[in-house]
């Protein structure tokens, strides 16, 4: 499995955007970048995923080097409801299973 | 849609102590995964089913783990002769899962959180 590496934490403060940088140096060309988070004392969430272009959805914005050895997730406005821990994640197109790393702990500050 | 269900929640049992914990997938999604949550850590794969066929298993998943997933319905992981290692939170997640690409998100459920004392 392509690894990633992430900060082990990072903090912000209320209502300002947060970008979460995850590096994934190995990735293959097929592998899509997934983000899940987890929310203290709760099961991990989708959050964004994407192959090579930039995505938007309602949740957050996934950056993608135009080299793909690294991507930026971006939380526009953090509020203190997105303290959890994030998680970058490569998925190949043979098989789907998640594989998980340390990930982010991301702590916001009112 | 009610999401990916796991029962029990919580679960106290005595070192030696067989357990067994459930979990019932989006009902459309035919990929099924455990993982297991130690405090501080991110969740491990344990093993994942394509409908009712166990496709992988970790080698965290010793002779004393049997999971299930009989029908291709909902899946059971047992765990026998319990040990205080074992506790941790258990996940389950379902996908629906495609031959091609890896864009299908996986939905997992609360955990059951497992004490062995």
């Known amino acids: 499995d392509a690894k990633t590496t992430q900060p082990n934490s990072m903090e912000s403060n209320e209502e300002e955007p947060v970008h979460l940088p995850c590096n994934h140096s190995t990735i293959s060309g097929t592998d899509y970048i997934h983000w899940y988070r987890q929310l203290p004392s709760q099961g991990p969430e989708y959050v964004i995923h994407g192959l090579t272009s930039n995505v938007n959805n309602r949740m957050a914005s996934l950056a993608i080097a135009e080299d793909r050895k690294s991507s930026t997730l971006i939380l526009h406005r953090a509020t203190l409801r997105d303290a959890a821990v994030y998680y970058c994640?490569?998925?190949?197109?043979?098989?789907?299973?998640?594989?998980f790393g340390p990930g982010t702990s991301l702590s916001v500050i009112p | 849609d009610t999401g990916v269900s796991q029962d029990p929640r919580h679960k106290i049992t005595k070192r030696g102590q067989n357990v067994t914990f459930r979990c019932d997938p989006i009902s459309e999604h035919n990929r099924l995964y455990w993982y297991r949550q130690t405090l501080g850590q991110g969740p491990e794969f344990l093993t994942y089913f394509q409908n009712e066929a166990q496709l992988e298993k970790s080698r965290l998943l010793s002779d004393r783990f049997s999971a299930e997933r009989p029908k291709g319905s909902f899946s059971t992981l047992e765990i026998q002769r319990t040990e205080q290692g074992d506790s941790a939170m258990y996940l389950c997640a379902s996908s629906l899962g495609r031959r091609t690409g890896g864009g299908t998100e996986a939905f997992f459920g609360q955990g059951t959180r497992l004490t062995v004392v």
């Open positions: 994640i490569l998925r190949a197109t043979s098989y789907d299973k998640v594989i």
